[in-house]
T-cell receptor, first 114, second 114 residues
Framework: GQQLNQSPQSMFIQEGEDVSMNCTSS?????WLWYKQDPGEGPVLLIA?????ELTSNGRLTAQFGITRKDSFLNISASIPSDVGIYFCAGQRNSGGSNYKLTFGKGTLLTVNP | NAGVTQTPKFRVLKTGQSMTLLCAQDMNHEYMYWYRQDPGMGLRLIHYSVGEGTTAKGEVPDGYNVSRLKKQNFLLGLESAAPSQTSVYFCASIPRATGYNEQFFGPGTRLTVL
């Protein structure tokens, strides 16, 4: 199946620092999504990207859809303790039978030290 | 509007026992999905449904069956549970696969098979 390589696997940072994580793929995706999962909860959508080159912000979060359509990154500025959680990227290809499915990265575990 | 709900939240089974996980959504969504989440593996698609009465296999369907008799409900069954099925199970739904597939997730069911 398709693979998304998400990095880093984990990050341990100090409150106030900026964070960057990314996903890469060997296949083209037409949609990139970024989710956050708090402990014991389901993933919650943070940002959705639909066009190559698109740069979208949601508060302190900024995500970009790579020009090649094979990558995306998520930045978090001025991190705070509530940013702790697992961040997932997900991609969707619009072709044939895969039109309805997302492929998820393995996640980046973020820990913020107050 | 409760969104996506899952029943039960926790369950412990013995090897060979059967059970059904229920996912319900009150958003009139067409598409529904079952994922399993294992440490370091991200989210993997088990089965999905693109409408009432239809189901399809995902990435890891073996050992599971599903049914979508009503639009609002998507059932995941384990006929003979195995320890390898110990996992956290998430249900998700989207209104319709138009390219804007922002999946809404339930809170998860934590299943342990002894």
């Amino acid at each position: 199946g398709q693979q998304l390589n998400q990095s880093p696997q984990s990050m341990f940072i100090q409150e106030g620092e900026d964070v960057s994580m990314n996903c890469t793929s060997s296949s083209i995706f037409n949609t990139w999504l970024w989710y956050k999962q708090d402990p014991g909860e389901g993933p919650v959508l943070l940002i959705a990207l639909y066009k190559a080159g698109e740069l979208t912000s949601n508060g302190r979060l900024t995500a970009q859809f790579g020009i090649t359509r094979k990558d995306s990154f998520l930045n978090i500025s001025a991190s705070i303790p509530s940013d702790v959680g697992i961040y997932f990227c997900a991609g969707q290809r619009n072709s044939g039978g895969s039109n309805y499915k997302l492929t998820f990265g393995k996640g980046t575990l973020l820990t913020v030290n107050p | 509007n409760a969104g996506v709900t899952q029943t039960p939240k926790f369950r412990v089974l013995k090897t060979g026992q059967s059970m059904t996980l229920l996912c319900a959504q009150d958003m009139n969504h067409e598409y529904m999905y079952w994922y399993r989440q294992d440490p370091g593996m991200g989210l993997r698609l088990i089965h999905y449904s693109v409408g009432e009465g239809t189901t399809a296999k995902g990435e890891v369907p073996d050992g599971y069956n599903v049914s979508r008799l009503k639009k609002q409900n998507f059932l995941l069954g384990l006929e003979s549970a195995a320890p390898s099925q110990t996992s956290v199970y998430f249900c998700a739904s989207i209104p319709r696969a138009t390219g804007y597939n922002e999946q809404f997730f339930g809170p998860g069911t934590r299943l342990t098979v002894l």
